[in-house]
Nanobody
Framework: QVQLVESGGGLVQAGGPLRLSCAAS????????MGWFRRAPGKEREFVAV????????YYRNSVKGRFTISRDNAENTVYLQMNSLKPEDTAVYYC???????????????WGQGTQVTVSP
């Protein structure tokens, strides 16, 4: 069974950092691009970041550029999202996903995690 399990979410004050982790199992991790998505209260899911299998390319939505960094450790089957300078508008459930680079940037994935809550207080 393919599983993507997010961790690291929590409550943080505006301006602070938080790092999310996503542990993958049941798939050949290096065959997949990985991405992060989020769904804020009352909003639809939106793309946050994507990274290729070899970490040679990554891309971010404009609102997080310069603040968030996606990375992966293929030896540990884990993808990370380092979030700095957090804003209240970043509050959302964050989801890890596996798929293709093109698909992930179009908000599509082969596999989804269950999500982890990130709450940023003003």
């Amino acid at each position: 069974q393919v599983q993507l399990v997010e961790s690291g979410g929590g409550l943080v004050q505006a301006g602070g950092p938080l790092r999310l982790s996503c542990a993958a199992s049941g798939l050949k991790f290096s065959d997949y691009a990985m991405g992060w998505f989020r769904r804020a209260p009352g909003k639809e899911r939106e793309f946050v970041a994507v990274i290729t299998w070899s970490s040679d390319y990554s891309y971010y939505r404009n609102s997080v550029k310069g603040r968030f960094t996606i990375s992966r450790d293929n030896a540990e089957n884990t993808v990370y999202l380092q979030m700095n300078s957090l804003k209240p508008e970043d509050t959302a459930v964050y989801y890890c996903a596996a798929g293709t680079v093109a698909g992930l940037q179009l908000n599509r994935a082969d596999y989804w995690g269950q999500g982890t809550q990130v709450t940023v207080s003003p």
